[in-house]
């Protein structure tokens, strides 16, 4: 058997073409064009890309797209100080600060002091909690978020299913097991980590297994069960001299091996990545949406 591709290039791009015509519809309608700003500290060449493709495919959907990149020495309070004035700033109504942060700043006090209503990356711990209730005023991590329009748009059936998540990490696997688990996909969900003993045990079970390492290789074919759906959350960076890069992405899953068992697997690059950028434009439409909603009330209340 060889496993069914998920395409996440491809369904990543449907859902961006679905937020340029709401993007269309907001400017149309409601006078407003959807705006993130995204704060990059630093030179960490990851995120440099990370960020660049991020701010891309906003200006691609219509967005106003701002980058504000700061020395990888500024102080905790003068990075504050560029946080409220973007949470004061009504032309922004996204804002995302790339991680990870130089050692000297507290990721968590830079997370709180972004505004909930703004906070597109659903990083903040208000909706951290909203997710985990199930509470729809928030919004989803775009990781996980993309992980499970990925099951639905590929018709991969969670209700009563085992899904085994590898991986601990807040930005993924958490919220993901809450997603997987909450009423409506309904399935049950084993969280697996760096301490599991006999981690093959658990992933041998799995009718969908969803791996956030960062670990080239992990998943070997012998840790599959037949018939499962894999995908794959890990990207590393792995040398290759051979490539023009220097280097080549890898996900966790020994790909070409665990396709001979699996029904459906996301590749590493073009699963699981582009869904995150999708995602997130779409967390940014409607952190806009919202924003003209309220914008719209208080000009009722006051007339
Ligand atoms: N670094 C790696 N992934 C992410 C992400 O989804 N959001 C932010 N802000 N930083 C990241």
């Given at each position: 058997?060889?496993?069914?591709?998920?395409?996440?290039?491809?369904?990543?791009?449907?859902?961006?073409?679905?937020?340029?015509?709401?993007?269309?519809?907001?400017?149309?309608?409601e006078?407003?064009?959807?705006?993130?700003?995204?704060?990059?500290?630093?030179?960490?060449?990851?995120?440099?890309?990370?960020?660049?493709?991020?701010?891309?495919?906003?200006?691609?959907?219509?967005?106003?797209?701002?980058?504000?990149?700061?020395?990888?020495?500024?102080?905790?309070?003068?990075?504050?100080?560029?946080?409220?004035?973007?949470?004061?700033?009504?032309?922004?109504?996204?804002?995302?600060?790339?991680?990870?942060?130089?050692?000297?700043?507290?990721?968590?006090?830079?997370?709180?002091?972004?505004?909930?209503?703004?906070?597109?990356?659903?990083?903040?711990?208000?909706?951290?909690?909203?997710?985990?209730?199930?509470?729809?005023?928030?919004?989803?991590?775009?990781?996980?978020?993309?992980?499970?329009?990925?099951?639905?748009?590929?018709?991969?059936?969670?209700?009563?299913?085992?899904?085994?998540?590898?991986?601990?990490?807040?930005?993924?696997?958490?919220?993901?097991?809450?997603?997987?688990?909450?009423?409506?996909?309904?399935?049950?969900?084993?969280?697996?980590?760096?301490?599991?003993?006999?981690?093959?045990?658990?992933?041998?079970?799995?009718?969908?297994?969803?791996?956030?390492?960062?670990?080239?290789?992990?998943?070997?074919?012998?840790?599959?069960?037949?018939?499962?759906?894999?995908?794959?959350?890990?990207?590393?960076?792995?040398?290759?001299?051979?490539?023009?890069?220097?280097?080549?992405?890898?996900?966790?899953?020994?790909?070409?091996?665990?396709?001979?068992?699996?029904?459906?697997?996301?590749?590493?690059?073009?699963?699981?990545?582009?869904?995150?950028?999708?995602?997130?434009?779409?967390?940014?439409?409607?952190?806009a949406r919202r924003a003209a909603a309220r914008a719209r009330r208080?000009?009722?209340?006051?007339?």
């Amino acid at each position: 058997m060889s496993a069914r591709i998920i395409e996440g290039t491809r369904i990543g791009r449907e859902i961006r073409a679905e937020v340029a015509a709401e993007v269309e519809r907001l400017r149309g309608e409601e006078g407003v064009v959807p705006g993130l700003a995204v704060i990059l500290v630093g030179n960490d060449p990851a995120s440099e890309v990370y960020v660049r493709s991020k701010t891309r495919a906003c200006a691609e959907a219509g967005m106003n797209d701002r980058l504000l990149h700061l020395d990888a020495d500024v102080s905790a309070d003068e990075l504050f100080g560029v946080i409220d004035g973007l949470n004061a700033d009504p032309a922004v109504h996204g804002i995302l600060v790339q991680l990870p942060l130089p050692p000297h700043i507290d990721p968590k006090s830079v997370l709180e002091r972004v505004s909930p209503a703004k906070d597109v990356d659903g990083f903040h711990p208000l909706n951290v909690g909203r997710a985990f209730v199930g509470d729809p005023a928030g919004f989803l991590p775009a990781t996980p978020a993309g992980v499970m329009e990925l099951l639905r748009r590929e018709g991969v059936p969670t209700h009563g299913r085992h899904a085994v998540v590898v991986g601990r990490s807040l930005i993924v696997s958490k919220p993901l097991a809450s997603l997987l688990l909450a009423p409506g996909p309904n399935a049950t969900v084993t969280l697996c980590h760096r301490h599991t003993a006999d981690l093959a045990s658990h992933t041998r079970l799995a009718d969908i297994l969803v791996v956030a390492v960062g670990k080239p290789g992990l998943i070997t074919r012998e840790m599959v069960k037949p018939g499962a759906v894999v995908l794959d959350v890990g990207t590393t960076r792995v040398p290759d001299p051979a490539h023009p890069r220097g280097y080549v992405i890898r996900g966790d899953v020994d790909f070409e091996a665990v396709r001979e068992v699996a029904s459906a697997i996301s590749p590493v690059p073009g699963g699981v990545g582009p869904m995150t950028i999708a995602m997130l434009l779409r967390n940014t439409a409607e952190a806009a949406r919202r924003a003209a909603a309220r914008a719209r009330r208080r000009a009722g209340s006051a007339a």
